[in-house]
């Protein structure tokens, strides 16, 4: 049983990686919960921690209604062995399998996993496979060794609140990234050696074939740190998201351009996934259609490719115009979104 300062700080917080790990029981009201109960916290007087539901209630205690505590091990049970199927696997399983082995429904099974990893069982194993691929190079494996750990063990801490905001909230840009921690990693991924860089509030450079010197070159200032665990959840959905491009609106970006630039990489965002534009359709959208060239230069200054779609901006006449990463990472991507 760990220290009750641990799960009193844990239940605060509502974490959901202490769930199944202790119960907070409420003398008072005579009731125990998970430690991510979205009930309101009881006074600390009132509370004891048990280290399993039975504990509670030998005590005398209920289990609560609306957070179900003594269904954690369940949803844990159900989570392991399906990441366990598929790592046996080697590839994704159908959600209706995986689901069909826990006795849960596919769509809770798929909420259930989501919560636990951050991720869906499919792009779980989309990454899965990506690390496949960088254990070949000695460095990145370490990195994406670290994404699988922290993928089930540590998820979302990083960018926990910007999940689900497809926004862009500059604040590493501003003074060469003063005062900004940014964590990196170089990955290998089937379009090559990818650098993911983020902060707190979201990833803000994606490229190819760059390393630390280029970050360094970006952002002088800012304090770079290679790796860590919460950045690792992120940096995993990253990889799922560029191994199968176009799933990927939930990732948050921080970014920063003019407004005529912010202006571009939004309408960027919208163009759908298998679809493209091209430069003149580009700058019309965003009310200028004299601004073709201009509408290209922001393009090309995009930081974060990939998830700012700038390679499904093509020539009029369909020539695949310039990519700054190479026109073979272009032509490989907008395939892979044909599919
Ligand atoms: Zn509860």
């Given at each position: 049983m760990m220290p009750d300062e641990e799960c009193w700080n844990a239940a605060l917080a509502r974490d959901r990686t202490y769930d199944g790990r202790f119960v907070s029981g409420v003398m008072s009201t005579g009731i125990y919960c998970r430690p991510s109960c979205p009930a309101r916290h009881p006074k600390r007087e009132n509370v004891r921690f048990f280290a399993t539901g039975a504990e509670a209630r030998a005590a005398g205690l209920r289990p609560c209604k609306r957070c179900s505590p003594d269904d954690v091990s369940r949803d844990?049970?159900?989570?392991?062995?399906?990441?366990?199927?598929?790592?046996?696997?080697?590839?994704?399983?159908?959600?209706?399998?995986?689901?069909?082995?826990?006795?849960?429904?596919?769509?809770?099974?798929?909420?259930?996993?989501?919560?636990?990893?951050?991720?869906?069982?499919a792009a779980y194993a989309r990454a899965l496979m990506s690390e496949k691929a960088a254990q070949a190079l000695t460095d990145e494996?370490?990195?994406?060794?670290?994404?699988?750990?922290?993928?089930?063990?540590?998820?979302?801490?990083?960018?926990?609140?910007?999940?689900?905001?497809?926004?862009?909230?500059?604040?590493?840009?501003?003074?060469?990234?003063?005062?900004?921690?940014?964590?990196?990693?170089?990955?290998?991924?089937?379009?090559?050696?990818?650098?993911?860089?983020?902060?707190?509030?979201?990833?803000?450079?994606?490229s190819f074939n760059e390393g630390r010197e280029a970050l360094e070159e970006r952002f002088p200032k800012a304090d770079l740190v290679e790796g860590g665990a919460g950045f690792a959840a992120l940096l995993a959905q990253v990889v799922a998201a560029v191994e199968a491009p176009g799933d990927f609106a939930h990732i948050p970006l921080d970014v920063k351009g003019t407004a005529f630039q912010e202006a571009v990489w939004r309408e960027l965002q919208r163009i759908p996934k298998g679809e493209t534009r091209t430069y003149a359709q580009l700058a019309a959208a965003v009310g200028k259609p004299k601004a073709v060239r201009a509408a290209g230069s922001a393009n090309g200054a995009n930081n974060v490719a990939v998830l700012i779609p700038c390679h499904r901006v093509i020539r009029t006449g369909g020539g695949l115009g310039g990519y700054a990463y190479g026109l073979e990472i272009k032509r490989t991507l907008l395939e892979k979104e044909a599919k």
């Open positions: 844990e049970r159900a989570v392991l062995s399906a990441i366990a199927a598929i790592k046996q696997a080697g590839q994704p399983l159908a959600l209706a399998a995986l689901a069909d082995e826990t006795g849960y429904s596919p769509s809770h099974f798929q909420r259930v996993f989501t919560r636990h990893t951050g991720m869906s069982p494996g370490r990195v994406t060794e670290a994404i699988y750990a922290a993928g089930y063990s540590a998820p979302s801490r990083f960018y926990e609140g910007t999940q689900g905001r497809l926004g862009m909230m500059p604040s590493a840009w501003a003074n060469g990234g003063k005062g900004a921690t940014i964590h990196w990693a170089v990955v290998a991924t089937s379009l090559g050696s990818m650098l993911v860089a983020a902060t707190g509030k979201g990833v803000c450079r994606l």
